[in-house]
């Protein structure tokens, strides 16, 4: 019974301070963005909404499979980066990237290499400015083949395998 006075006294000490927690937690803030969001104000980045539905102008499309890129050193692979994109459209019909995937992808693919024999991805690969020069050379790329509808590309997922 010594032992287990010890063990009770101390359940009961993190149960009550768990019930109390509960019990006077605040009460959660609604700020206004969130407010605006539930009641059908989202606004887009690039100027305003749909009037008539009250959604943003812009629709999201994943590219059908990842990207993959070597990584050359010295004239052999040392490693493979893997990358997944979503173009963020705003004015471009979805069907019309689906026609033009191909180009598309030629294009991407061609502004990875580079950015992988500049150095791109070497060393701390996801520092911000190193994402989002490529970020950027992506955006271009797609506005080149889609048309200036494209608002930007989104890098989902990054992946390096060392080989």
């Given at each position: 019974m010594a032992k287990l006075l010890p063990v009770?006294?101390?359940?009961?000490?993190?149960?009550?301070?768990?019930?109390?927690?509960?019990?006077?937690?605040?009460?959660?803030?609604?700020t206004d963005a969130a407010e605006a969001f539930e009641d059908g104000e989202a606004i887009s980045?690039?100027?305003?909404?749909?009037?008539?539905?009250?959604?943003?102008?812009t629709e999201i499309i994943r590219m059908s499979d990842h990207f993959a890129v070597p990584v050359l050193?010295?004239?052999s692979v040392r490693a493979l980066m893997v990358v997944n994109l979503s173009l963020e459209l705003a004015g471009v019909e979805g069907e019309l990237v689906a026609a033009r995937e191909p180009r598309l992808r030629d294009r991407f693919l061609q502004?990875?290499?580079?950015?992988?024999?500049?150095?791109?991805?070497?060393?701390?690969?996801?520092?911000?400015?190193a994402l989002t020069?490529?970020?950027?050379?992506l955006t271009e790329a797609a506005r080149e083949v889609l048309g200036p509808g494209v608002a930007?590309?989104?890098?989902?997922?990054?992946?390096?395998?060392?080989?």
């Open positions: 009770l006294i101390v359940l009961f000490g993190v149960l009550g301070g768990f019930g109390a927690g509960m019990l006077l937690r605040p009460a959660p803030e609604s980045a690039w100027g305003g909404m749909d009037g008539a539905t009250g959604r943003a102008e050193e010295g004239g502004v990875m290499f580079d950015h992988a024999n500049a150095g791109g991805f070497a060393g701390v690969f996801t520092a911000n400015d020069t490529l970020r950027t050379a930007e590309v989104l890098i989902t997922d990054i992946y390096r395998r060392d080989v």
